[in-house]
Each structure stands twice: as C-alpha cells, then as structure tokens.
C-alpha cells in the first residue's frame, strides 16, 4: 500500500501566500520520487483578511474544518497594519500550540552555502545543530498580578511554572533527538546560579533524565555564557535544550549566526503524536516585500524537509535538504536577500529540479 499523509495547508499572510507553493512544490516532487502521496487541504483562514471580514482570526469550527490531518504546513500570520500581532498571533498560531500539545518547538542551526555567515572563518558544514525550546509553560506561563497598581507601593509578580511532566518530556526528547546523531551530545541552558528554585529542578531532571541516555554525553551552561559560546565556538554543539525563555533566546540567536532569516525552517511539534504538528519558516508575513514575488522560499521548502522528517519519510527530507544546499550554491539561483537576482519561483523550482 502507498504511504499516504494529509496535510493541511495554512498559507496566512504576505508572503506566506508567495512562499507556500514552493513547499509544496518540493513536498510533491519529494512524493512522486520518494513514492508516497500526499493529501492537501488549503484552509482560507488564519489570516489577517479573514479577520477584517468575520472580526475572528478562525471560524468557531476551525478544528471540524482542519480534521485529523497528519502535519499543519504554515506559512507566516500577521499584518500589523490590519491587525495588531498580539490578536493575530493569539488566535491563530498560539492556538494551534496550545490545541495539539506541540511542546517542542524545533530549529535547525546550520550553515549553509552562498549564506553569508556574520562569524568569521566559518564555512559550510562547521556549523550544525539543533535548538529544542520547551514549548507551552515555563517563564511563558502568564501567572502573577500587580498589587497597588500605578501608586508608589505598587507591586509586580510573575511566577515560572515548571512541571515535572512537561520538563520531563521536553527532555526526553532531547536526548532522544542526540542520541539519533553521530555526536551524541547534549548541552542543556540554565541559569541555577540566579534563578535559584526553578532553574535547579530543571538541572536535576536533566541529571536524571541522562541516566536513561548513557550513550548520550552531555553538560550544561548558564545562559549568559552560553549566548557568548553560541557566537565564539558554535561548532561545538549537537543538540541544545532550554526552556522556554532560554529557548526562545536561543533559537533566534542561532539562526542569526547562521545568516539570512529567510532560510531558517522550525517544527511545532506533538511528539507524543496526540495531536498533529505544525511546520513553517521562521520569518514572518514580510509586509515590506510582499507582492513582489521575491521571497527567499527556502524556509518554507525547509520545513517541508522537516515535515518529512516528522512523518517518518527521512530520505525523502534529507533529499531536499541537499537540494537546497547545492541550489543555494548557485549564485544565479539565490534571492535577493542573499544578493542573488532571482524570484521566488525560480529559486524554488530550481530546488525542485535538484532533487532529481
Ligand atoms: P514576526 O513578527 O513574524 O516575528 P517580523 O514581522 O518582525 O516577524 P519578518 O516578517 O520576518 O519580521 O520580516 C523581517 C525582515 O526580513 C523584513 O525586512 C523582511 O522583508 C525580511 N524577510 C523575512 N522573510 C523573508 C524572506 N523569506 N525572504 C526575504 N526577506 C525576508
Ligand atoms: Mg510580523
């Protein structure tokens, strides 16, 4: 029997809606040489237009309308001009987290050819990990409250909220992800010389955690030092945890020190599979180029790889990912982001045409 996957598609805002074909685009040539199919859904909602017309990011039944599909495919959600980002933001793509469980949150850190990388000496290869940020409580966690409001005896709380199965199961992740690669190694972000009731506990459960990864070595830095070894030494990581401020830190630290952020893919994901996961780049809508057809394509193509991956068709994903790499080789074939001249679609359909 094929392997078949639905997908539901949510193209969003701006260039969202320009990039999107070309993920889809490598996503069926990857099915039609890697032989599964893939089942599309388009869903016209989650975007800011949407939200002019029916005063909603959604409509009341977007979960019946989305159904069981296997994987969200994003593009990118916003127009602040339309809509302010706290509203677009909040009831589309945070919802969605909240929704299916999506407690890790997932990017690649690599450096690619034809990016210009802002580290000296660095060239494609040195740099290569993955960023894993605790998704859906920690320092996010809006609780606390303001006491004496506006007068001079005012007070301000806002509490971290660690639980033992939501540290637990980012971790295991974690170290199930480095224990996949051949350098097996885990470097865990805290801060427990400063934060001194959370950040132990949540050294502790690494230490514990590892006990079931013997294979896996692994160590941890503060924060502050470890945004400083990010740009020194960034070489000399595989697979990084942290939660979710330190991961959010993070995760745009790392793909800035890899170059342009209209490369960089991420994955939303449920790995306990409860619930379908979501994909996209990680730009946003791009107000400022949108309608010009000239968006970098290649982290929305990216997470498709991602995506692939997720789905458990991994030659598939790597394939595309070297597409990508020797497509970016070409200068010729780059956007204008990488100082290239080419548009979106034909950088994309040259990715398309790399796979073979
Ligand atoms: P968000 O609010 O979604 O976090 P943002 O609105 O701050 O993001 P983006 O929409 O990602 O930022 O745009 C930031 C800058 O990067 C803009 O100048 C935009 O044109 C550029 N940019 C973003 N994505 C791409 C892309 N795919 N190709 C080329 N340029 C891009
Ligand atoms: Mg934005």
């Known amino acids: 029997m094929t392997r078949s996957y639905?997908?539901?598609?949510?193209?969003?805002d701006g260039i969202g809606n320009e990039v999107m074909p070309e993920g889809i685009r490598a996503l069926e040539q990857a099915a039609s040489l890697f032989g599964f199919t893939v089942e599309q859904k388009w869903h016209d909602f989650a975007h800011c237009d949407y939200y002019l017309k029916h005063g909603r990011m959604m409509p009341e039944d977007w979960k019946?309308?989305?159904?069981?599909?296997?994987?969200?495919?994003?593009?990118?959600?916003?127009?602040?001009?339309?809509?302010?980002?706290?509203?677009?933001?909040?009831?589309?793509?945070?919802?969605?987290?909240?929704?299916?469980?999506?407690?890790?949150?997932?990017?690649?850190?690599?450096?690619?050819?034809?990016?210009?990388?802002?580290?000296?000496?660095?060239?494609?290869?040195?740099?290569?990990?993955?960023?894993?940020?605790?998704?859906?409580?920690g320092e996010y966690s809006s609780v606390g409250g303001t006491m004496f409001p506006g007068t001079d005896r005012e007070v301000v709380i806002q509490e971290t909220v660690m639980t033992r199965v939501g540290v637990d199961r980012v971790l295991r992740y974690a170290f199930e992800l480095a224990n996949s690669r051949p350098h097996r190694h885990l470097t865990s972000a805290t801060k427990s010389n400063g934060i001194a009731v959370t950040m132990p506990y949540w050294d502790a459960r690494v230490e514990a955690m590892a006990k079931h990864y013997p294979d896996v070595r692994w160590d941890k830095y503060h924060i502050d030092?470890?945004?400083?070894?990010?740009?020194?030494?960034?070489?000399?990581?595989?697979?990084?945890?942290?939660?979710?401020?330190?991961?959010?830190?993070l995760s745009d630290l790392g793909p800035a020190c890899t170059g342009?952020?209209?490369?960089?893919?991420?994955?939303?994901?449920?790995?306990?599979?409860?619930?379908p996961s979501l994909f996209e780049p990680v730009h946003g809508s791009a107000p400022d180029i949108a309608?010009?057809?000239?968006?970098?394509?290649?982290?929305?193509?990216?997470?498709?790889?991602?995506?692939?991956?997720?789905?458990?068709?991994?030659?598939?994903?790597?394939?595309?990912?070297?597409?990508?790499?020797?497509?970016?080789?070409?200068?010729?074939?780059r956007t204008r982001d990488l100082k290239g001249n080419a548009d979106t679609a034909t950088c994309g359909k040259a990715i398309a045409d790399a796979m073979g």
């Open 6 to 12: 639905k997908i539901a598609v949510i193209p969003g």
């Open 64 to 137: 019946d309308q989305i159904g069981q599909p296997d994987a969200l495919f994003f593009g990118a959600v916003g127009w602040p001009a339309k809509v302010p980002d706290h509203i677009s933001l909040w009831q589309s793509l945070l919802l969605f987290r909240r929704e299916y469980d999506q407690y890790v949150n997932l990017r690649p850190v690599r450096l690619m050819p034809g990016v210009p990388c802002p580290l000296a000496g660095r060239k494609p290869g040195d740099i290569d990990f993955w960023i894993v940020r605790e998704n859906t409580e």
């Open 225 to 249: 030092i470890l945004t400083a070894q990010f740009v020194l030494n960034p070489d000399r990581f595989d697979v990084v945890v942290g939660s979710n401020l330190f991961g959010d830190i």
């Open 260 to 275: 342009t952020i209209g490369i960089a893919p991420s994955g939303n994901i449920n790995p306990d599979r409860t619930g």
């Open 291 to 333: 309608g010009q057809g000239i968006a970098n394509p290649v982290g929305q193509i990216w997470s498709a790889a991602m995506m692939l991956q997720h789905l458990g068709e991994v030659e598939a994903a790597a394939a595309i990912v070297t597409a990508i790499e020797r497509t970016l080789a070409e200068p010729a074939l």
